[in-house]
């Protein structure tokens, strides 16, 4: 039984280790969220946005009087271990519980913040799902929704760009892509005269879209605009291929292609068009952005890669807001006064929160145009009409 | 010796030892641990289910399958369309069938069903499967995985596509996970000492003269199949409670490679190898988690970079595997005596012995 008394040991010895420490008189903020796997990408540089704005008010004398605490557990991006991650922070006190940027790995965490009755918000998920419909009535999301980019760009290009015939490539991989190209499908009606010239799918490991590009190409006429429904890394091929075969049309995108990270591989990249929250490129329209990217990069060395940072800090300034309104952390007043939101303005767009929808499905974006590889800021849009959250639910 | 045990002890001892070691780290759990280490352990048990049903196939029949994750998934979804309210799946799952649309299942009726549906699932493909022999059997299963996976990654309408679906009771505790395991093992036990399993593994030894001795190796291979696709099909079905949201990605290679590991790890001819191996490697798993935490010693926190513990594992098992190429319980069950004398025997023959009595 040699063996089963070390595997005893061994037991003991993990279960010593996971006692959990309580903290006093602050207030604590828990991440569970990924320091592992590949949602680490994503998670850490929002969270460091986060981080950024949690020390701004500790060094204004705190929240109702006491500092924020950070707390950490990591998810390995997985989801078992996001649920542990997500009571991990709760048994260390945690009154707000932040977690992965993406639905589905942030959900498991998020549930047991729901469950211990705590606030939970995602760090920049863009599903419906991160909030009331997938978590509960105390799940938040940073970020806006998917939906809102497709729309944003369509009615964008329409009005400014007078696109009237738009073609939709969605690539079926993600939930995030499918979002895109709904809130597309959702605007599309709404835009006079304007028609859907065809539409295709591919999948984001897709070596080749070269089919996708020959019914582009067999088109009576080239369509002035190609809502282009996807996500990184899969995203640069396709954009390639399509310049490539000498489409010229405008190519209209959802955030996930943001950031200048990629466009050496696509020289002299010209009519495309991505919207964002806040402008990594330095040309923000307010001031205040370009300070927070320089601060950004005083903290972690290097400049914000993509608008996918700033919901962090979003985040941590809208709750910290509700806290300070409801003068406790409590769950169900800080909630009230979250949902009492209606377009609180904060460094990267106005934030509207109620009683139905724990997202944004209606909101500012700046619109970053790529001419000759150089991504700039031309304008701004806010879609003309909220897009209905049945609608959304049903997708 | 007088105190020799009876026969009906000396038959059940296996999966009674088992089950009460794993009853007493439940107890141990629910009373010392934090609520993250429960559902650590909840995991593990979850992941004894998995590979006792991995056993009762591969253990049995000699035939590695990559495949059995699929079971799991069929599992899970069928117990999430059974659970999750009316309300919900009318707006997310609307090519549900209407009947389907409408049922909420309790979680001790809904579990069974998951378990008969990835039964009859395998039954079907494994009439076909099971007539392939050897190398060609297991890749068959590991296409089984990817079209299964592939199915249900795009089946938007029935399961919600690549994204998660919500809602499935969270009703799992140590106690709940615990019972799992105990009636996993106790399945996979009785199929190894039945008829059809001792048959199974006439083949697996010596495929020539069992088929010669009349053993018809197709059915009895098939009748191993069903029976491991229905543990696990209860295990995916626990799984869907224990993390509430189901996604394709959950069942797929991750889970494969991490529970034939546990199998083998532990030994992949005895049952008691079966659980021993995902004890070892899930407590490893959380020893080198904590560690990578950090642990203070005197004041000092040492922690090891994120990522150690996926080498680590990976280092561990081949270790094991190179001192016990059979296994850490070198494919021998647990049993209240002579189990020290009996290990020091070569285990096939011990085997071959042991069936022939």
């Given at each position: 039984m040699r063996f089963v008394r070390v595997l005893g040991v061994l037991a003991a010895a993990s279960a010593l280790l996971a006692t959990p420490a309580l903290a006093a008189d602050e207030i604590v903020v828990g991440f569970a969220t990924a320091a592992s796997g590949f949602m680490q990408a994503y998670d850490k540089p929002a969270q460091d946005a986060a981080m950024i704005r949690i020390d701004e008010i500790n060094k204004a004398g705190g929240l109702l009087g006491k500092k924020i605490k950070a707390v950490f557990a990591d998810t390995k991006t997985d989801q078992a271990e996001g649920a542990k991650a997500g009571l991990a922070v709760l048994d260390q006190g945690a009154d707000l519980v932040i977690v992965s940027c993406d639905y589905d790995f942030g959900a498991p965490a998020a549930l047991q913040a729901q469950s211990a009755g705590k606030v939970s918000f995602f760090l920049c998920a863009e599903s419906i799902k991160a909030g009331i419909p997938g978590v509960g009535p105390a799940s938040f999301s940073a970020s806006v929704l998917a939906a809102v980019q497709g729309a944003t760009m369509a009615e964008w290009a329409y009005t400014k760009k007078n696109a009237r015939s738009f073609y939709r490539l969605l690539d079926s991989w993600t939930v995030y892509n499918k979002g895109i190209c709904d809130g597309f499908d959702w605007m599309m009606p709404h835009l006079k005269d304007a028609a859907l010239a065809g539409s295709d799918t591919f999948k984001n490991d897709d070596a080749s879209v070269a089919s996708q590009i020959t019914r582009i190409k067999g088109l009576p006429k080239e369509p002035d605009a190609i809502m282009l429904c996807t996500m990184m890394p899969g995203a640069v091929s396709a954009i390639k291929q399509i310049r490539a075969a000498g489409i010229k049309s405008m190519i209209l995108n959802g955030s996930g292609v943001d950031g200048s990270y990629w466009l050496s591989a696509v020289p002299d990249l010209s009519n495309f068009y991505v919207p964002v929250q806040g402008s990594v490129y330095g040309d923000d329209p307010n001031p205040k952005v370009t300070e927070f990217n320089k601060k950004y990069k005083e903290v972690t060395g290097g400049d914000p890669s993509s608008q996918y940072v700033y919901p962090g800090y979003v985040l941590i300034d809208v709750w910290a807001k509700a806290v300070e309104r409801a003068k406790t952390t409590d769950t169900e007043p800080v909630v009230a006064e979250l949902e009492k939101m209606n377009g609180e303005a904060t460094l990267f767009g106005p934030r509207t929160f109620s009683k139905e929808l724990h997202h944004q499905n209606q909101g500012r974006y700046l619109i970053v145009d790529t001419e000759q590889g150089k991504p700039k800021v031309v304008d701004q849009w806010t879609i003309s009409e909220k897009i209905p959250v049945d609608y959304l639910v049903s997708k | 010796m007088s105190q020799r045990p009876s026969v009906i002890w000396r038959t059940i001892a296996t999966p009674v030892i088992l089950a009460v070691l794993l009853l007493a780290m439940a107890a141990l759990t629910y009373q010392f641990g934090s609520r993250a280490f429960n559902r650590t352990v909840v995991e593990m048990f979850i992941n004894i289910m998995v590979v006792a049903g991995l056993y009762v196939f591969?253990?049995?029949?000699?035939?590695?399958?990559?495949?059995?994750?699929?079971?799991?998934?069929?599992?899970?979804?069928?117990?999430?369309?059974?659970?999750?309210?009316?309300?919900?799946?009318?707006?997310?799952?609307?090519?549900?069938?209407?009947?389907?649309?409408?049922?909420?299942?309790?979680?001790?009726?809904?579990?069974?069903?998951?378990?008969?549906?990835?039964?009859?699932?395998?039954?079907?493909?494994?009439?076909?499967?099971?007539?392939?022999?050897?190398?060609?059997?297991?890749?068959?299963?590991?296409?089984?995985?990817?079209?299964?996976?592939?199915?249900?990654?795009?089946?938007?309408?029935?399961?919600?596509?690549?994204?998660?679906?919500?809602?499935?009771?969270?009703?799992?505790?140590?106690?709940?996970?615990?019972?799992?395991?105990?009636?996993?093992?106790?399945?996979?036990?009785?199929?190894?000492?039945?008829?059809?399993?001792?048959?199974?593994?006439?083949?697996?030894?010596?495929?020539?003269?069992?088929?010669?001795?009349?053993?018809?190796?197709?059915?009895?291979?098939?009748?191993?199949?069903?029976?491991?696709?229905?543990?696990?099909?209860?295990?995916?079905?626990?799984?869907?409670?224990?993390?509430?949201?189901?996604?394709?990605?959950?069942?797929?290679?991750?889970?494969?490679?991490?529970?034939?590991?546990?199998?083998?790890?532990?030994?992949?001819?005895?049952?008691?190898?079966?659980?021993?191996?995902?004890?070892?490697?899930?407590?490893?798993?959380?020893?080198?988690?904590?560690?990578?935490?950090?642990?203070?010693?005197?004041?000092?926190?040492?922690?090891?970079?994120?990522?150690?513990?996926?080498?680590?594992?990976?280092?561990?098992?081949?270790?094991i595997l190179m001192y016990l190429p059979t296994g850490l319980t070198r494919n021998q069950e647990f049993s209240w005596r002579g189990w020290p004398l009996q290990r020091r025997l070569a285990p096939p023959v011990q085997a071959a012995l042991k069936e022939s009595n």
């Open positions: - | 591969v253990g049995n029949s000699g035939l590695l399958s990559f495949g059995h994750i699929s079971f799991m998934c069929l599992g899970a979804y069928m117990t999430a369309w059974l659970t999750i309210p009316p309300v919900m799946k009318s707006i997310t799952l609307k090519g549900l069938p209407v009947w389907l649309l409408h049922t909420k299942l309790p979680m001790w009726v809904a579990t069974p069903i998951s378990g008969l549906f990835a039964a009859l699932f395998a039954l079907i493909v494994g009439r076909v499967i099971m007539r392939l022999s050897g190398i060609a059997a297991s890749i068959a299963t590991f296409g089984l995985l990817g079209v299964v996976n592939n199915v249900y990654s795009n089946w938007d309408s029935v399961t919600g596509g690549q994204g998660s679906i919500v809602g499935t009771p969270a009703t799992m505790n140590v106690w709940n996970g615990w019972l799992g395991a105990a009636i996993a093992i106790a399945i996979a036990y009785l199929y190894a000492i039945s008829r059809s399993g001792l048959a199974l593994r006439a083949t697996r030894d010596e495929a020539v003269a069992a088929s010669a001795s009349g053993i018809d190796i197709v059915r009895e291979r098939l009748i191993a199949f069903v029976v491991s696709a229905f543990i696990i099909g209860l295990a995916g079905a626990f799984y869907a409670h224990f993390l509430s949201i189901v996604n394709p990605g959950s069942f797929y290679l991750r889970t494969t490679f991490i529970t034939l590991s546990m199998l083998v790890v532990g030994g992949m001819y005895s049952l008691s190898g079966a659980v021993a191996g995902v004890v070892v490697i899930s407590t490893l798993i959380e020893l080198f988690r904590n560690l990578e935490k950090g642990v203070s010693l005197g004041g000092l926190t040492v922690a090891l970079p994120n990522g150690v513990q996926e080498i680590a594992i990976g280092i561990i098992t081949i270790v």
